[in-house]
Structure formats: structure tokens, C-alpha cells
């Protein structure tokens, strides 16, 4: 079955510098790639997604990389702010027909003023 | 538009001891899923529900089950709890007509046992 790792565990950066958090994944039917960002308390919220016929995907300060053939999608944010500090799950799904998520481990960012 | 609903937000049950989860799906949404969610750890997909019936399960016991209800709600049900169950439990709902792996997450109902 389809396995996600995802890197790092943890993120610190200052306040308006960037962030990247990679993904790799398994199975190469695999074709849906989001990105969901899960604050204290709260379920997880989707921020961006991808699908395999794109090779990136843009939405504001966030964007979403995807390589086929290695099986590899990153996650960038931009400009940072506090409010972006949370905890970002990767996952990869087939798109076709019903489908589960195979979520990541998980990466805690903290964005510092 | 209300998003996805669940209820309660949190539970505490004993060993031993039945629970039911309850979960609205977002609005236009007819397939729900449900994971569980460990602390410190991403989500574990249990099962995924569409017209009333299991299309999908995960790597869970027979312990776990569930059901859709013909509005498009659902519960998930756990018997004989153990204490590894405590987790967060997130419902997820999708819309089968765009291919249902676009899923979006309720708040989760927080479940201790004791």
C-alpha cells in the first residue's frame, strides 16, 4: 500500500522568511497530492492541492511542487507570518473511484516575530 | 454554508465501554470518511461511507464500525474500547460527482478512555 514520509518533523524560521516542507511518496498510482494545515485544537484544513498533470500550483504566499517521476511534492510558503504557524499534513490519494487519504507524519512550524 | 459538523467535541469513556461519533458532511458533500487521528501523529483512514454502504476500510478492527444514514450523516461506532483507542476521531466529507479525494475535515470529537 501507499506510504508518505514527510520532512522535517519540526520548522523554525523568523518572520517573513520562507518555508519548505517535502513529501515523498510510494505507489506511483497516486495522482492527488494536498496539503492540509491543522492548528491546536482544530481539524485539519485543506490549503492546497495538486494533481499529476500539473507540475506546480500556485495560491498566494503558498505553492505546491510535484515530481512524478521522483515521487517527491513540496509545500512553500512565503513571507511567513505568525499566524502560519501550525502543524502541515501531507498526503497522497488515486483520484478515481473511492479513495483514502495516506497522510504524512507531520510538520510543526513556528514562525517567530 | 456550514462545513463538516461533529458531535460530541469531546468523550470520556472506560474500558470496556461502546461509543458513538456522530458526523454532518458539508453541504452538496454525499461520501464521508472517518480517521483516527493519535496524538503527535497523522490521520488513520478507518472507513469511507457513500449511499449507506462501507466502500473502503482501513486497517481496523471489527470493533470499529459505522453507518450512513439516507441525509448523508454519519456514525462511527467503537465497542469494547481499549485504552490505544483514545485519539482524536475526524470525519471527513467529499462530493462523489468531482471524485470524492477532495476530502474536508470537521473539528474531530476528542476521545479518552480510561
Known amino acids: 500500500g501507499e506510504n508518505v514520509e514527510q520532512h522535517p518533523s519540526t520548522l523554525s524560521v523568523q518572520e517573513g522568511d520562507s518555508a519548505v516542507i517535502k513529501c515523498t511518496y510510494s505507489?506511483?498510482?497516486?495522482?492527488?497530492f494536498p496539503w492540509y494545515k491543522q492548528e491546536l485544537g482544530k481539524g485539519p484544513q485543506l490549503i492546497i492541492d495538486?494533481?499529476?498533470?500539473?507540475g506546480e500550483k500556485k495560491d498566494q504566499r503558498i505553492a505546491v511542487t510535484l515530481n512524478k517521476t521522483a515521487k517527491h511534492f513540496s509545500l512553500h510558503i512565503t513571507e511567513t507570518q505568525p499566524e502560519d504557524s501550525a502543524v502541515y499534513f501531507c498526503?497522497?490519494?488515486?483520484?478515481?473511484?473511492?479513495?483514502?487519504?495516506?497522510f504524512g507524519t507531520g510538520t510543526r512550524l513556528l514562525v517567530s516575530p | 454554508d456550514a462545513g463538516v459538523t461533529q458531535s460530541p467535541t469531546h468523550l470520556i469513556k472506560t474500558r470496556g465501554q461502546q461509543v458513538t461519533l456522530r458526523c454532518s458532511p458539508k453541504?452538496?458533500?454525499?461520501?464521508v470518511s472517518w480517521y483516527q487521528q493519535a496524538l503527535g501523529q497523522g490521520p488513520q483512514f478507518i472507513f469511507q461511507?457513500?449511499?449507506?454502504?462501507?466502500?473502503q476500510r482501513g486497517n481496523f478492527p471489527d470493533r470499529f464500525s459505522g453507518h450512513q444514514f439516507p441525509n448523508y450523516s454519519s456514525e462511527l461506532n467503537v465497542n469494547a474500547l481499549l485504552l490505544g483507542d483514545s485519539a482524536l476521531y475526524l470525519c471527513?466529507?467529499?462530493?462523489?460527482?468531482?471524485?470524492?479525494?477532495?476530502?474536508?475535515f470537521g473539528p474531530g470529537t476528542r476521545l479518552l478512555v480510561l
Open positions: 498526503a497522497a490519494s488515486k483520484d478515481t473511484g473511492f479513495q483514502k487519504l495516506v
Open positions: 471527513a466529507s467529499s462530493p462523489s460527482r468531482t471524485g470524492g479525494a477532495t476530502q474536508y
Open positions: 453541504s452538496g458533500h454525499d461520501t
Open positions: 461511507y457513500y449511499e449507506e454502504e462501507e466502500r
Open positions: 505507489d506511483s498510482a497516486s495522482n492527488y
Open positions: 495538486i494533481r499529476s498533470n500539473v
